[in-house]
């Protein structure tokens, strides 16, 4: 059973970037679909990014696209998530998630969700 674990969230300035990793253990990722999420305080959990089990498609919600870049290197078992010119509204608990499927970004086509981590991004 695969775990998935995020890193690299902290408090950073608005305009300021930060890349997140998440590294995964116990099985492979290259077979699979790797999603970001996230969830603001008292907000349901949003799709951010998905890359296509061997790079070569991603997809972005439209509040990201242009400043947020996924990739992963299967080598490593390890998806990447760059955010630049990060916003206050970017602030969330982000998540990974792997999924079989490709072009349905929905929370109930992902899952092993590991912990989180958090990002907060001050004006």
């Known amino acids: 059973q695969v775990h998935l674990e995020a890193s690299g969230g902290r408090l950073v300035q608005a305009g300021e970037s930060l890349r997140l990793d998440c590294a995964a253990s116990?099985?492979?990722?290259?077979?699979?679909?790797m999603g970001w999420f996230r969830q603001a305080p008292g907000k349901g959990r949003e799709f951010v990014a998905a890359?296509?089990?061997?790079?070569?498609?991603?997809y972005y919600a439209d509040s990201v696209k242009g400043r947020f870049t996924i990739s992963r290197d299967n080598a490593k078992n390890t998806v990447y998530l760059q955010m630049n010119s990060l916003k206050p509204e970017d602030t969330a608990v982000y998540y990974c998630?792997?999924?079989?499927?490709?072009?349905?970004?929905?929370?109930?086509?992902?899952?092993?969700w590991g912990q989180g981590t958090q990002v907060t991004v001050s004006s």
């Open positions: 998630a792997r999924s079989l499927r490709w072009g349905r970004w929905s929370v109930d086509e992902f899952t092993s």
């Open positions: 890359i296509f089990y061997n790079g070569a498609m991603t």
């Open positions: 116990g099985d492979t990722i290259s077979k699979y679909t």
